[in-house]
């Protein structure tokens, strides 16, 4: 049987780009489908995040002309991840297999056919994974790249130069949906979950319409998030670096003791500063990281929910169709 597909295209303060990738969107789910990939009821599937502009009536128009759209939105402006957690879930019991996807067609959508092939060939998640940043400004492409070593360096394993575009079938999905933390990095959190996955390369584009919604300031964000999201070593980091200084504290002492003896001692008022200075910025920062952590359980322990669909441009029982 031909595996059902939901395209996962979350939407924040979109108008101008929507009217125009998403009959793209629909154009290459009737080429999948037409080229016997896969059935005809699959759908793409807008999830608006809290926009404030006219980006839920769109989607509301586009779903009334084509039943192949369809649209949830979210009660209010939660962030990317969270949107596409909420694609994600909702599609999840309704389909075979999600590719999530941004609506601002910098992703090329021809990827999407080898996508499939990869999933018909037997792989659960594929990653999709950009072959340049040509057209990526030099400041956006370097910091892009610093970020990705940065996470990597941190113990945070995400597969290089891949952002959230991505195949994902339901059946990781069904798995996915018991990892319940509420600080989301999703590129790297699909790894964990394991199944088998491979990477098709793609050409980045310049955003259609619109403009970017991650600036640096965001990007960093991303990174400080996705590393204590995913990984201790920071708090690690600390720990060593205490140790060194530890040590050299020790023959420090020993030091001083012996110069004491010897009546070598001078009176040295920039060198106690310094050592002052440098060591109170370094328990700074060390509280400082230890402190996001703690943050962060306290976002966990709260529990409270990642996303909440306050519309639908369908009613929730297509399940049963499909079934
Ligand atoms: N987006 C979202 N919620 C937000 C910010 C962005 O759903 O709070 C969506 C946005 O509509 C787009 C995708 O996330 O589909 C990626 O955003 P953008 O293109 O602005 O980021 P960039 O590609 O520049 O990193
Ligand atoms: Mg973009």
């Keep these: 049987m031909l595996p059902r597909l939901i395209i996962v295209v979350p939407c924040y303060n979109e108008q101008e780009v929507l009217p125009v990738t998403a009959p793209m969107f629909l154009e290459k ?58 694609g994600l879930m909702e599609a999840k019991d309704i389909c075979d297999i999600t590719i999530s996807i941004d609506c601002d067609g910098q992703d090329d959508i021809n990827a999407m056919d080898r996508m499939v092939d990869e999933y018909l060939g037997g792989c659960e998640i594929v990653y999709g994974v950009r072959s340049s940043r040509k057209t990526d400004t030099f400041f956006k492409r370097t910091t892009a790249q610093g970020f990705y070593k940065l996470l990597n360096a941190m113990g945070a394993e995400v597969v290089y130069n891949h952002a959230d575009y991505r195949l994902v079938s339901s059946r990781v999905l069904q798995e996915f949906a018991n990892y319940k933390e509420v600080n989301l990095f999703l590129r790297g959190m699909f790894p964990l979950v394991g199944f088998k996955s491979t990477s098709v390369t793609y050409e980045r584009n310049e955003r259609l319409a619109g403009k970017s919604h991650y600036p640096l300031s965001k990007m960093l964000n991303l990174a400080f998030d996705g590393i204590t999201s995913l990984s201790i070593k920071p708090i690690k980091m600390i720990f060593s670096f205490g140790m060194f200084v530890a040590v ?18 001078v009176s040295g008022w920039a060198s106690t500063v310094c050592i002052l200075c440098f060591f109170s910025g370094v328990q700074l920062i060390s509280i400082g990281v230890i402190g996001e952590y703690i943050g962060k359980m306290y976002m966990e322990v709260k529990q409270r929910p990642r996303y909440i669909i306050s519309e639908r441009t369908y009613e929730r029982q297509e399940k049963s169709n499909h079934e």
């Design 248 to 265: 050299l504290s020790f023959i420090g002492v020993i030091w001083a003791i012996i110069e004491q003896i010897i009546g070598n001692t």
């Design 29 to 86: 789910l009737k080429q999948l489908s037409e080229a016997g990939k896969i059935t005809d009821n699959s759908r793409v599937m807008f999830v608006n995040d809290g926009s404030k502009d006219d980006t839920w009536s769109i989607i509301e128009r586009l779903s009334e002309e084509d039943e192949h759209y369809i649209g949830i939105s979210q009660s209010r402006n939660r962030g990317h991840q969270n949107a596409v957690l909420a």
